[in-house]
């Protein structure tokens, strides 16, 4: 072979010939992506991974090639890692690792802050049908509005569960990508739906919660959603199987693994193959606007929704409860309650809402859950 063969088949390896303008682009969104989570502190430990998923599946595509769809038998390995997604074995053991890191004592010893966390789902089914009037079916709509709980293995979930696994891409990146902006979203609505006066509600101490409470809690959960919405099982089942480690206090190699090192290579395996979905030619297009705005909708219209309750909540109980907790009923933990927090300190420095707003927070975890599995309920998925 001449050295001008050889340089020819070379320059023909190499990826600049065979990108699009497309892939271009989204090498850019990953970049962008990239910016964001290392300069602006956005979710760095999902913004990253997931844009450098997106930045290699569009400069190598194989990256993400089927095992059906290669000569030799053999997948990409960021497809190896989709199939985990696929079999919701990722979003599940991120939701044990999240029970492993929460306190559900606040939600215990204000039970009246579950209706806090259900009403910020209002923007999820607000979603749906706006979904439904720009055109996606039902099954699509359903996928797309889960969004609106600002909790992306919810989103990867029910997306796999109902085989719209097409959508997955968009809907991931905007599920993650709205969990990182909460500061930036939620702040505005809740300001412009309170009082001064009702942002500088301090709210009294929450009773102490017995370690029997704590130990009870997530068995009753898993015992009572699971039992009424059995599909619900892998994510709200591993959520208080987490937490049951935390709480039972003898598993402390569980719970120390659970909360830390697998969660972070499951971050690492989720966020990359996330990440990898996002290939110019399932993203480019009028389908991602449509989601990504019919994202900002089911979040903007569940915070709105979580801030009116704690509104009535407010009146009803004569200024004893803070609006501004309904705000964390997105289930964003812990950052939607550290958001309530900080909008509540810009009028008094001393008002300490962090722990009223962790209630809320954690209902719209198990909120968003049973959200999920109502949709696969009515389309007959289990």
């Not at 719209?164 to 739906?193: K, T």
């Not at 289930?331 to 939607?336: I, Q, T």
Request: glycine fraction near 10%.
């Amino acid at each position: 072979m001449d050295l001008a063969s050889t340089f020819s088949n070379l320059v023909g390896q190499t990826a600049f010939l065979g990108l699009t303008v497309g892939n271009y682009i989204m090498i850019l969104v990953a970049f962008l992506f990239l910016w964001l989570a290392i300069k602006k502190g956005f979710e760095p430990l999902l913004l990253i991974p997931i844009s450098f998923g997106m930045l290699l599946v569009n400069i190598y595509p194989d990256i993400m090639l089927s095992a059906e769809e290669s000569a030799n038998g053999t997948g990409g390995m960021l497809w190896y890692f989709f199939k985990l997604d696929e079999w919701t074995i990722l979003p599940s053991l991120i939701f044990m690792g999240v029970g492993a890191q929460t306190d559900f004592g606040p939600l215990i010893a204000n039970p009246k802050t579950f209706l806090l966390g259900a009403a910020a789902q209002f923007g999820i089914y607000m979603a749906y049908f706006v979904a439904i009037f720009l055109g996606f079916t039902g099954r699509q709509a359903a996928a797309i509005s889960i969004i609106g709980g600002a909790d992306g293995p919810t989103s990867i979930f029910l997306a796999n569960k109902l085989g719209e696994s097409g959508l997955l891409g968009p809907i991931a990146v905007a599920a993650y990508s709205y969990m990182a902006l909460v500061p930036v979203i939620q702040p505005p609505i809740m300001r412009a739906m309170t009082t001064k006066e009702e942002r500088m509600i301090h709210m009294d101490n929450l009773r102490p919660v017995s370690k029997l409470e704590k130990i009870l809690f997530p068995i009753v959960i898993t015992v009572v959603v699971c039992m009424v919405l059995p599909s619900t099982a892998p994510l709200v089942g591993m959520l208080m199987l987490g937490n049951l480690f935390k709480e039972s206090g003898v598993v402390k190699q569980l719970t120390e693994t659970a909360a830390n090192a697998m969660m972070y290579i499951v971050v690492i395996l989720l966020g990359t193959s996330v990440g990898a979905t996002t290939s110019a030619e399932a993203f480019l297009n009028a389908d991602t606007l449509k989601i990504v705005f019919l994202g900002l909708i089911a979040f903007a219209f569940g915070t709105a929704a979580g801030v009116l309750l704690g509104k009535i909540m407010c009146k009803l109980t004569h200024g004893k409860i803070n609006p501004l907790i309904g705000s964390a009923g997105v289930s964003a933990v812990p950052m939607a309650a550290r958001v309530s927090q900080k909008v509540a300190t810009e009028d008094d420095p001393t008002n300490f809402i962090l722990m009223h707003a962790m209630g809320p927070n954690v209902a719209g975890v198990i909120g968003t859950a049973v959200a999920a599995g109502t949709f696969m309920a009515v389309f007959g998925v289990k």
